[in-house]
């Protein structure tokens, strides 16, 4: 129980000023989880309310401080979905422009150029694995959070002009 209410309190990690923990936890590769068990379906129950309580549409365990490669996706007319140690068997070659934001750099949205479909293999918090096919909306949420596993922002994919200038507005705000 007490286990339950610490995972409520998740808080997001945002991007900010130097000695910001986010900073630090936001670039690192998250680890293999060995074992998905009662605990991991906590979390990954968690996730999706501190989700929701954020009004995004994916969030993925750096984002939190979990540093496993977990991550849950909510898109509009979709069910909720949790990934577990995914990996992306495939990108399409056409790509789209789309204008993203992160809850972890908030405030800022722009167009970022991802693939446009993508086949994703992954477990779910019963453990139980699955390949999807996604295109759309549901293609990019899953790709961005993808990236935070790998320690990877959206701003990570602009040019360093557009980036350095997301990084400054950042830093000024904080
Ligand atoms: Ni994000």
Redesign the pocket.
Same mark, same amino acid.
């Given at each position: 129980m007490e286990r339950v209410q610490k995972i409520e309190k998740m808080k997001i990690l945002t991007l900010g000023n130097e000695g910001n923990e986010g900073n630090v936890l936001l670039r690192q590769k998250a680890k293999p989880i060995t074992k998905i068990n009662a605990e991991i379906a906590e979390i990954a129950a968690a996730l999706l309310d501190t989700l929701y309580c954020g009004k995004g549409v994916?969030l993925?365990g750096p984002?939190v401080g979990f540093m496993k490669r977990i991550f849950v996706v909510h898109v509009d007319k979709d069910m909720p979905r949790v990934f577990i140690n995914p990996s992306v068997l495939e990108t399409s070659e056409e790509t789209v422009k789309y204008e993203e934001g992160? +809850?972890?750099i908030p405030g800022v949205w722009v167009d970022v150029i991802r693939p446009k479909t993508l086949r994703i293999k992954a477990w779910n918090e019963k453990g139980k694995p699955f390949i999807l096919d996604a295109d759309g909306i549901l293609a990019r949420v899953i790709l961005?959070?993808y990236d935070?596993l790998e320690g990877m +922002?959206?701003i990570d994919r602009l040019s360093e002009v557009k980036r350095n200038r997301i990084l400054a507005k950042i830093k000024k705000r904080v």
């Amino acid at each position: 129980m007490e286990r339950v209410q610490k995972i409520e309190k998740m808080k997001i990690l945002t991007l900010g000023n130097e000695g910001n923990e986010g900073n630090v936890l936001l670039r690192q590769k998250a680890k293999p989880i060995t074992k998905i068990n009662a605990e991991i379906a906590e979390i990954a129950a968690a996730l999706l309310d501190t989700l929701y309580c954020g009004k995004g549409v994916g969030l993925a365990g750096p984002q939190v401080g979990f540093m496993k490669r977990i991550f849950v996706v909510h898109v509009d007319k979709d069910m909720p979905r949790v990934f577990i140690n995914p990996s992306v068997l495939e990108t399409s070659e056409e790509t789209v422009k789309y204008e993203e934001g992160c +809850l972890s750099i908030p405030g800022v949205w722009v167009d970022v150029i991802r693939p446009k479909t993508l086949r994703i293999k992954a477990w779910n918090e019963k453990g139980k694995p699955f390949i999807l096919d996604a295109d759309g909306i549901l293609a990019r949420v899953i790709l961005h959070e993808y990236d935070h596993l790998e320690g990877m +922002l959206f701003i990570d994919r602009l040019s360093e002009v557009k980036r350095n200038r997301i990084l400054a507005k950042i830093k000024k705000r904080v």
